[in-house]
């Protein structure tokens, strides 16, 4: 535990804010001492994370910070110069780990629901597939539009295809790199609560890379604090459901987040 | 006026400056404002190729002119399309053999028509060289840059999602690279005609290019003026077969959208 959790803990003492896992708590993944270097320069070290089943973690930091770099490692789309990463389901089962990006990454040749298929490659087939696309379409909004070209849709309804495709293998951990980065501010809200309701219906492990403090505190149970490549904070949000967006409570988290990452 | 008509004047509005200067050629021939014997009026080249038609001298011809341009065509086109394919996705490929094919692509193929004549003679594989040569470049020009150009986002995307690598090329790299390799195939459908035509107004016995040669000898400017005419919408029917092909395959780009 840092410094700053203590100092955390100190004022606001009701509800301990220091992150403290559930009992019952299965670990989905787990990052043990990782370290990440590009050509020499480290982008992060010693990083020890665990994240239970079905918990919502936002990871915050400034640009360079290695935030996007920790998404990646556990996507798998990198692999950690030391250190490992555990994850709790099978190592057969790697699909269950989904990536979603700032840009939406359609491909513009194939129609929305033909996109949201490429989320069932080696998974379904033809008919079912087909069926199963149209459903988690329409469970992001969408649902008259799988016969559309990528093209025709706007900002936020991509983004809304590419969770779609995300989903529609039944994830286990679904990382996020600044999605909702690139949409406009009200597209935004939207989308965190469609995030959060699809969240909480699906219950699998959300960890959520963001730059936005608000966003990160009004959707995760747990903020971490990315500085410089190591955890700075690690801070617990125990906040009910539904939030609402710049209530007391959410300011008092962000404002402590805040001063961490601008050592106030 | 209603959406159907309109889009008829749209698509014949491209005929009206044609129309318009057959008619002035005619009415100027008429008036005795052009000589015959430098440009023979349109209607004078119509009974031309009537009577070719009727003869069965005109069919003959193109059908012999056609195949010729289409075989060189379908060897060239392959040859390219295939090293394109190979050096846009294989580094190792690339390395080998790119250096030696720009080189390649340096000479003007038509520079080549004496040796191809030493080589071949006059007979069917030296224009069939000739034309697959000169289409083989765009195309696999084309084909390679459209492969270099696919986004690296939604390959990685594809990897992502555990595409294997046939799926991977069948269902990112070769959409991704289909506008730029229709670019090429309309480029490749010019120089398939212009080569052919070459070569047959030297060195032919058959075909179009000959069938001009011939009209030249004795003084037939009507036929002469007739071929011309013929490479034109020969050119402009290649050219929409390409656009109408590249319509269908291509209905996802904003480009082709009309709604």
């Known amino acids: ?264 | 006026m209603s959406r159907a008509l309109r889009s008829i004047g749209r698509s014949t509005l491209g005929w009206l400056l044609p129309a318009l200067l057959l008619a002035g050629w005619e009415g100027a021939s008429r008036a005795g404002l052009i000589p015959a014997n430098v440009l023979p009026a349109p209607s004078a080249v119509g009974e031309a190729f009537w009577k070719l038609l009727l003869s069965g001298e005109l069919i003959e011809n193109i059908r012999i002119s056609t195949l010729r341009a289409l075989s060189g065509f379908l060897v060239g086109g392959s040859i390219g399309f295939a090293l394109g394919l190979a050096n846009g996705l294989s580094a190792l490929s690339r390395e080998l053999t790119d250096t030696t094919l720009q080189m390649i692509r340096n000479i003007p193929h038509l520079a080549l028509i004496p040796l191809v004549i030493l080589w071949f003679g006059i007979d069917e594989e030296a224009k069939l060289f000739l034309v697959a040569l000169g289409v083989f470049f765009p195309i696999y020009v084309n084909t390679l840059l459209g492969i270099q150009g696919v986004d690296p986002q939604l390959v990685e995307m594809g990897r992502i999602y555990g595409m294997s690598r046939t799926q991977l090329f069948v269902r990112v790299i070769l959409p991704g690279a289909l506008p730029s390799i229709f670019v090429g195939l309309r480029y490749a459908l010019g120089i398939m005609w212009l080569t052919l035509i070459v070569a047959e107004t030297i060195s032919a016995s058959s075909g179009l290019g000959y069938m001009a040669m011939q009209a030249r000898e004795f003084l037939l400017i009507d036929v002469v003026v007739l071929s011309i005419l013929i490479y034109a919408l020969l050119g402009k029917l290649a050219d929409s077969l390409a656009r109408f092909l590249e319509r269908i395959s291509l209905q996802w780009h904003p480009a082709f959208q009309t709604v």
Not at chain 1, 101 to 126: C, D, S
């Open chain 1, 1 to 264: 535990m840092t410094a700053a959790t203590v100092t955390a803990r100190k004022s606001y003492s009701t509800t301990a804010p220091a992150y403290t896992p559930a009992p019952q708590g299965k670990v989905s993944f787990s990052f043990r001492n990782v370290a990440k270097q590009f050509g020499g320069k480290a982008v992060l070290q010693g990083i020890n994370l665990d994240v239970y089943e079905g918990q919502f973690v936002a990871v915050i930091g400034k640009s360079g910070c290695g935030k996007s770099t920790l998404l990646r490692l556990l996507a798998g789309l990198d692999k950690p110069t030391s250190g490992e990463i555990v994850t709790g389901v099978l190592e057969d089962d790697q699909k269950r780990t989904r990536i979603m990006f700032q840009e939406p990454r359609l491909l513009p040749w194939a129609r929305v629901a033909a996109n949201v298929g490429v989320g069932l490659t080696g998974i379904e087939k033809g008919e079912t597939a087909r069926k199963k696309s149209l459903e988690i379409l329409a469970e992001v909004g969408l649902a008259d539009r799988g016969g559309e070209w990528p093209s025709v849709l706007s900002g936020g309804q991509r983004q809304r295809v590419a969770l779609a495709r995300a989903l529609v293998g039944h994830p286990s951990i679904l990382a996020l790199d600044e999605p909702l980065g690139a949409l406009d501010a009200l597209t935004r809200i939207e989308m965190q609560q469609l995030l959060e309701r699809i969240w909480l219906a699906k219950k699998f492990t959300a960890v959520l890379v963001t730059h936005d403090v608000a966003e990160a505190v009004s959707l995760a149970d747990r903020v971490v604090v990315i500085d410089s490549g190591r955890i700075a904070l690690d801070l617990a949000i125990p906040v009910e459901r539904p939030r609402r967006h710049a209530s007391p409570e959410l300011a008092f988290f962000e404002r402590q987040i805040l001063d961490q990452l601008y050592n106030r």
